[in-house]
């Protein structure tokens, strides 16, 4: 069975801060899938990456950066230099990678305040 | 831009009314999926269409169904709906068989529906 934990119910940072968003997942399969999505008040989620199991290396995107560590299962995500616009709830998610078989697994979600 | 568009963005109901939701896509994906997210948890898969294969979650209360018509639209039908279903409902959609954006889900901005 696939799970995915998020420990951090909710963060405030002020704004221009970094902040690091923590996530662990288990699962048997030997190749998945892990994803970040972020939730705005609006309600849609936002795709924001997407890595496959066997891409270990970091990424970065403008402000946002995520570290894939296989050895400790996880999957961490840091913004840096805070904005009040990254406020949302964002959830960490994971696939199995096989074909007909790709439904997400979510963490609880981390709710993310940006304090002006 | 190719969308996933969920229509109304807001239902209210009577208890044991029945309604549905619709959820149209351009992206020509060929997996949809219904999730349902209650306050202050995460998406909950309800059920997907993989091409025209229906797959239900074990989990998926009876009174939760679906229909899909074509490539680009899906509905959920709640037959009776219970103060227990007042959640957001999320439909994604996906693309399978391989290569760049392969699941990876794309979601609609969601169906807010309450239950009187």
Redesign the interface.
Known sequence: AQKVTQAQTEISVVEKEDVTLDCVYETRDTTY?L?W?KQPP??????LI?RNSFDEQNEISGRYSWNFQKSTSSFNFTITASQVVDSAVY?CAL?A?N??N???T????TRLTIIP | DAMVIQNPRYQVTQFGKPVTLSCSQTLNHNVMYWYQQKSSQAPKLLFHYYDKDFNNEADTPDNFQSRRPNTSFCFLDIRSPGLGDAAMYLCATSRSGGGPSYNEQFFGPGTRLTVL
């Open positions: 899938y994803f999505y609006s309600g849609e989620l936002v795709f997407r959830f696939s990678a074909f007909g790709e439904k997400l979510f963490g609880t979600g």
